[in-house]
C-alpha cells in the first residue's frame, strides 16, 4: 500500500452522473489485485477532510512495445475508477481535469483473493457476478482475472435505469451471457435484478455456482438469502462508510459470526470481500448502526 500523490490522466463522463478517472499510478497499479480499493484525497478543501473509498476498476494493461522504439513499459501504471456522484467529494472528483493531482491510498483491502476461492471456484459449473448500481466497479477486476483463468462467467446487472448501467462494454469481453435489469425498466428486465436471478438458480439447481456480488446493503441481503436458499457458494463486497480505510478508526466494522472482540471485522482490513456465511445479515448492520462516520 502506497499513500502517493498520482496525476489526472482523463475523468471520462458516462451516462447518469458516472465517471472514469484514470490516474498515473505507477507504483500502484502493479501491486493492484482484483477486488481491492483505494482512497482518494481531493486537495485544498477543508470541507470535504476524509479520503473517499473507491473500487479499484480496472488496470489497464501496459503499452505493448511499437516497432522500433525504445523498451515499452512492462508493468501497468494506470488505476482508473468507476464513480458516481453522490454528494460533495464525488461532485469535487466529477470537477477534476487532466493534469490535476489527486492523493491516492492503495491498494486497500482484501479483495476477491484467487488462494480464499479457488477451490469452490473449481467445484463450480459457473461463476455468476452479481452487481447492483455502481457496485458493477468492483466486479471487473476479477471476472478478468476468471476468464484468463478459464473459468464461465455470467453477468446478473442491476441499477434505478438505463442511464446506471454503466461498465457493461468492459465487462462484456469477459463472460458468456449477461442480464440486465432496471428499476424503471427503461432497460432490460423491469425489477430488481435478483428476480431473475432467482429464476436462473430455480433453473439451474444441478449446477453449482460461485456467486460474487457487490452492491447496496439490501440488495446484497436479497441475494446472499438467494444462494443461501439454493445452497451456492457466495463471496460479497460491501461498501460501509469509512475513515481512515487502513483498520485503525474502526468505523468501517461490521457485525460477523462469532464472539466477543471476534463478532466484528473491518470492511477496509479483513474485508471488503467476505464470504457471505460469514456476516451477521440483519438490519442494522451497517452504517445505519451508529458507527457511521461524516465529514
Ligand atoms: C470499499 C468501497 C468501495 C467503493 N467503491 C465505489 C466505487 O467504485 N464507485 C463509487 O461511485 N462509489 C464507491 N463507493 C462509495 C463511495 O465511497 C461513496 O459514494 C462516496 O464516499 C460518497 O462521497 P461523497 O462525498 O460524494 O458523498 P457524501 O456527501 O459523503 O454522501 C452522499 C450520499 O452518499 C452516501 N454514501 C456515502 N458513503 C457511502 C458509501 N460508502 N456507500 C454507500 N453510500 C454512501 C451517503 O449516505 C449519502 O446519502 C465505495 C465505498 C466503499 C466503502
Ligand atoms: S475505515 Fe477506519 S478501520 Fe476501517
Redesign the pocket.
Known sequence: MYDETVKVLENRPLSGG?FVLSLDAPRQAPAVRPGQ?AMVRIFGRSD?L?R??????DIPAADSPKPGSPRAESQPRVIQ?????????????AELTPGDKVGLLAP??HGFFEEDYLPQAHECDEILHVAGG??I??LLLPAKHLAEAGFKQRLFFGARTKEDLVGVKEFKPHISAMLLATENGSAGYRGYVTRPLEDYLTKHTNKKLLLMVCG?WAMLRATVELAKRFRQYCLV??????GC?LGVCLG?SIRVQGTGHEAYQR??TE??VFWADKVVWETGNT?ESGLGI??
Open positions: 458516472h480499493f470535504v476524509l473517499r473509498p473507491m473500487s479499484i476498476f475508477l468507476l464513480y458516481k456522484i453522490v454528494g460533495r467529494g464525488t461532485r469535487l472528483m486497500l483491502g455502481i457496485g466497479a468492483a447496496p463486497s460491501m461498501e460501509n462508510r469509512m480505510g468501517c470492511v477496509c474485508g471488503p452504517r461524516r465529514d
